[in-house]
């Protein structure tokens, strides 16, 4: 329907339809420009895809750059002897990167053990003591005064030794060596450390502790729950002893938790599970980039494209910037790599272009059994090779997608050659709006002006018609006039 509503009351013309008809034969070019900036928005839609496949392969790098990662151990313990087939465990054990591989029999003697002593036993833990002055509590080389009031109770005494300790320990950065507790009407000291050197002293110049029944005559203590003791085993035949039930110390990068008496073999071997699955990670987030890049390259466009995908189908074919992507990639999977390992390769390690049409399409095959080879005789060359080829896939990576920025004749663009193609497309699609934008405001005034131009020619007509009219009626009556004269005349001869 025209916007125009006048449609000829005089002329009997349609000026909106006319004007309406006009407008839209200049408007033709939009449709054009449209179809132009939808294969633009195709295109980026595109390019954003491969850039998420960009992104997915590179976060799969990180564990390739860590050593660790093909450096891990595992410590596996096989109860022995008389401890064989026991469900509990004599130890535990945790193996780190620098562990080194081998078995160790371990047979251990006895725990570490903390230091625990105790007080007589009371009706009452909140009925006043009635005993009043100091002492002091040491263990180590940490040593701590503790003032006693004749209201206090057993509880009040506890609370008032672990203040006492807490206090001191804050001020010297240190933690907490001991404590006091209360248990079935009893003051228990215990000490916070196992080992030996970790006992528990007492100073008792006013007889406190001695008429609380912790310490005797001789000033020992009287009643000793648990001796300080240290941990005593033997390690392939060497006996030794820790303070500690965690011992870190004995076996390099080895951390033995003890249990219990007993006696286990250790093995420690290589835990390559980490490395073959990060290797998995890399060469199948290699292979789906190049899968995307493969397809697009040489699909064929779709001649009535139904749908989104089908609009996207072959607008990347023979793309320059996918093809030089390609050649990156396959290149650097045969440069030579790492400088300990030498000439190693991607392929030595067991990692190779696919056999299938000719490794035309530059996917990479894994072969897990030839990287266990090259696992178990040098996992450093392996660690180093594989950082090498992740560190420039990584590079690779960074300059498809990095979004930094970089200075190119003066403008800032981003360093990432996708990300620099999806903003390019932007700002061409931005262009056509502005195009389309200022085609519609100038056909605007057009259609006001024709509907000006009309409107005049309207009501011109319209005056001529009227003026028509009034000379037809202006005519009839002189007809009518002379027409009565003449008959007059008739009359009177």
Do not use: C
């Not at 100091?134 to 209201?151: E, K, N």
């Not at 209360?182 to 970790?198: I, P, R, S, Y």
């Amino acid at each position: 329907m025209a916007d125009f509503q006048i449609s000829g009351l005089s002329s009997g013309i349609d000026w909106g339809g006319i004007i309406d008809k006009l407008i839209e034969n200049r408007r033709q070019p939009e449709t054009a420009w449209k179809k132009e900036q939808q294969k633009l928005e195709d295109k980026e839609n595109l390019y954003n895809e491969l850039a998420v496949y960009f992104n997915t392969l590179k976060d799969s790098l990180s564990s390739l750059r860590l050593e660790s990662t093909f450096l891990k151990k595992e410590a596996a313990v096989t109860p022995t002897g008389s401890s064989a087939g026991s469900t509990h465990s004599v130890l535990t054990a945790d193996a780190s990167p620098l562990a080194e591989i081998g078995r160790s029999q371990i047979e251990v003697f006895s725990l570490a053990q903390a230091h625990r002593v105790a007080s007589a036993r009371f009706q009452s833990t909140d009925s006043p003591l009635g005993k009043s002055g100091s002492f002091s509590l040491s263990i180590g080389d940490f040593s701590v005064p503790v003032t006693v009031s004749a209201g206090q109770g057993l509880s009040g005494l506890a609370e008032g030794i672990n203040q006492a300790i807490g206090k001191e320990a804050a001020a010297r950065g240190v933690s907490v060596p001991m404590r006091a507790l209360v248990l079935d009407n009893t003051l228990v000291l215990k000490a916070e450390t196992t080992g030996q050197e970790f006992k528990i002293r007492a100073e008792d110049p006013n007889g406190i502790l001695k008429d609380l029944g912790m310490l005797d005559g001789s000033g020992e203590f009287s009643k000793v729950l648990q001796e300080p003791a240290d941990a005593v085993l033997r390690v392939d035949g060497l006996e030794v002893r820790r303070s500690s039930n965690s011992i870190n110390d004995l076996l390099q990068g080895v951390t033995l938790e003890l249990n219990s008496p007993g006696t286990v073999d250790l093995d420690v071997s290589l835990d390559a599970k980490d490395a073959v699955e990060s290797v998995k990670s890399t060469v199948d987030a290699y292979n789906a980039t190049l899968d995307w890049i493969n397809k697009r390259l040489v699909e064929k466009p779709v001649e009535s494209p139904q749908n989104a995908l089908e609009r996207q189908r072959g607008l990347l074919r023979g793309d320059s910037l996918l093809w030089t992507s390609k050649q990156s990639l396959r290149e650097i999977v045969m440069m030579p790599t790492g400088s300990q390992a030498g000439n190693l390769t991607l392929s030595r390690l067991g990692i190779r272009t696919e056999a299938t049409d000719f490794g035309k399409s530059g996917k990479l095959e894994f072969d897990e059994s030839v990287f266990m080879e090259n696992m178990k005789s040098d996992p450093k060359a392996v660690a180093e090779t594989l950082k090498t080829f992740a560190d420039r896939l990584g590079v690779i990576s960074d300059g498809m997608i990095s979004r930094s920025t970089v200075n190119v004749g003066g403008v800032s663009v981003k360093k990432g050659r996708l990300l620099q193609q999806v903003d390019s497309l932007e700002k061409q699609s931005g262009q056509i709006d502005l195009r389309v934008k200022d085609l519609e405001t100038r056909l605007a005034l057009q259609k006001a002006s024709l509907e000006a131009l009309y409107s005049e020619m309207e009501a011109s007509l319209a005056k001529l018609t009227q003026q028509a009219s009034m000379l037809s009626i202006f005519s009839s009556g002189l007809s009518s006039s002379s027409f009565r004269s003449s008959g007059s005349d008739s009359s009177s001869d």
